[in-house]
C-alpha cells in the first residue's frame, strides 16, 4: 500500500477488473432518498404541552418545598 504524508492528498482510487466500483472520495455515500415525516397532529402537541406544563408545575412545587 503506497504511503502518504500526514497533510498530502488521499492517492487516488482506481477500479480493479472483477471488483465492486471505489467509494467516492469524503465520508458520504450515495444512498436513496429517505422518506419525509409526517407534520404533527394536534393530538401530539397537546400530550407535549400537557407533559410540559406538569413537568413545570411539579419543578416550581420541587422549589418551594
Given at each position: 500500500m503506497d504511503e502518504r504524508l500526514p497533510d498530502g492528498p488521499l492517492?487516488?482510487?482506481?477500479?480493479i477488473p472483477g471488483a465492486?466500483?471505489?467509494q467516492p472520495d469524503g465520508d458520504r455515500v450515495p444512498c436513496p432518498p429517505?422518506?419525509?415525516?409526517?407534520?404533527?397532529?394536534?393530538?401530539?402537541y397537546a400530550y407535549g404541552i400537557a407533559i410540559a406544563v406538569v413537568v413545570l408545575v411539579?419543578?416550581?412545587v420541587g422549589i418551594l418545598r
Open positions: 492517492p487516488p482510487a482506481y477500479p465492486r466500483p471505489p429517505h422518506a419525509t415525516r409526517a407534520p404533527l397532529t394536534r393530538r401530539q411539579l419543578f416550581v
